[in-house]
């Protein structure tokens, strides 16, 4: 094995590169439910209320209806570079939030559906995850 034949670490790049080529490995990594529900804590007051999941969907709504028709849909891809990261995204938010399977995301069907990973956290029921209950679905989401 020679290892001079790899100067700017060859293995690595390629392995990015797979990466960047494969949005589905990519998409595994980073959409963790549980990270998602922490991030849409906007007031940062350590509990996530329902509208706070409502107004992070909104948010990601509003950034991939790109041309403002009220569906997430093939024609919002931009040209280019960000091509690659909308298809990942378009392709997440389908499997989750196209209930009528007509490829593409209305707003209603983003805004009305069912979070069941909030719902199994919120174990007692008031539509907001205190602390509490978010140190329980981190506990219990973490050991395999
Ligand atoms: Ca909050
Ligand atoms: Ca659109
Ligand atoms: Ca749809």
Do not use: H, Y
Not at 35 to 60: C, F, H, P, Y
């Amino acid at each position: 094995m020679n290892v001079k034949t790899a100067p700017f670490g060859g293995v690595a790049v390629l392995l990015s590169l797979a990466c960047m080529l494969n949005p589905t490995l990519v998409s595994a990594q980073a959409k963790d439910p549980v990270q998602l529900i922490s991030e849409a804590d906007a007031n940062g007051d350590g509990t996530v209320s329902w509208s706070e999941v409502v107004s992070m969907r909104m948010k990601t709504f509003g950034r991939l209806d790109r041309n403002k028709d009220g569906f997430i849909a093939a024609s919002d891809r931009p040209r280019g570079a960000f091509g690659a990261r909308f298809d990942e995204a378009f392709t997440n938010v389908k499997s989750q939030f196209d209930a009528n399977g007509d490829n593409r995301v209305s707003r209603t069907e983003m805004l009305d559906a069912p979070a069941p990973v909030f719902d199994r956290a919120d174990t007692n029921g008031d539509r907001s995850l205190s602390a509490k209950e978010m140190a329980a679905l981190r506990s219990t989401t973490k050991k395999k």
